[in-house]
């Protein structure tokens, strides 16, 4: 995970809020919200925002993302058109939105809320550690650990991590490139393994 900029909210979600508050059931009104179009728009506003990765483990989304209260709105019906609540996550049932489903705990973190980088450390073999407590249930809760993502993250980042150590010792100029660009998906895990190989 890492830190995520919030758009401006869209009209349309500002006037369902309106529209449905009260009147039916939010999962109702949820359902009626995605049958007029106007939650692909807001599902579409996020992944551009988040560069089409999830936003919990940073993969990219393909055609499976799905809008994921971060609060489930079976919780707090007030929730349910928040957009600071509303993010947009892969849809496999090992991890992200599908693994946490309907809990919530208040030890996570909403990456538009807070930065969580820190929290996280990515080794090449494609494992996540947790720098804290939080952190380490946090990659438990949201399955950032499971054998698939470990799996793909390994094959990403050891080619990565590689291409680095040759080009630092055989062209260090060509390094600059790397510094400027944000590599997709696992941004942090690809920073941090950067960072770790120049010394930043």
């Not at 054998?147 to 050891?158: A, F």
Request: contains cysteine; proline residues 4%; hydrophobic residues 30%.
């Amino acid at each position: 995970m890492h830190k995520l900029n919030r758009p401006t909210e869209l009209t349309e979600l500002a006037q369902a809020r309106r529209t449905y508050t009260g009147t039916i059931s939010q999962d109702e009104a949820w359902k009626n919200f995605g049958d007029n179009g106007e939650r692909t728009k807001v599902r579409e506003q996020l992944e551009n925002t988040q560069n089409y990765l999830c936003a919990y483990c940073e993969n990219t989304l393909a055609n499976d993302g799905h809008i994921d209260h971060f609060k489930p709105k079976s919780l707090d019906w007030r929730v349910t058109f928040d957009w600071d609540n509303l993010v947009v996550s892969c849809t496999y049932n090992d991890s992200c939105g599908k693994k946490k489903d309907n809990d919530f705990e208040f030890y996570w973190l909403n990456p538009y809320s807070t930065d969580p980088e820190e929290m996280f450390k990515f080794y090449a073999n494609g494992q996540i550690r947790g720098t804290s407590a939080d952190a380490e249930n946090i990659i438990k809760d949201f399955g950032l650990d499971c054998p698939r993502l470990e799996k793909k993250r390994n094959g990403i980042l050891e080619s990565y991590q590689k291409v680095l150590l040759d080009l630092a010792t055989e062209q260090p100029d060509a390094l600059e490139y790397f510094l400027q660009a944000e590599e997709s998906p696992f941004p942090t895990a690809h920073k941090q393994i950067l960072n770790e190989i120049i010394g930043a």
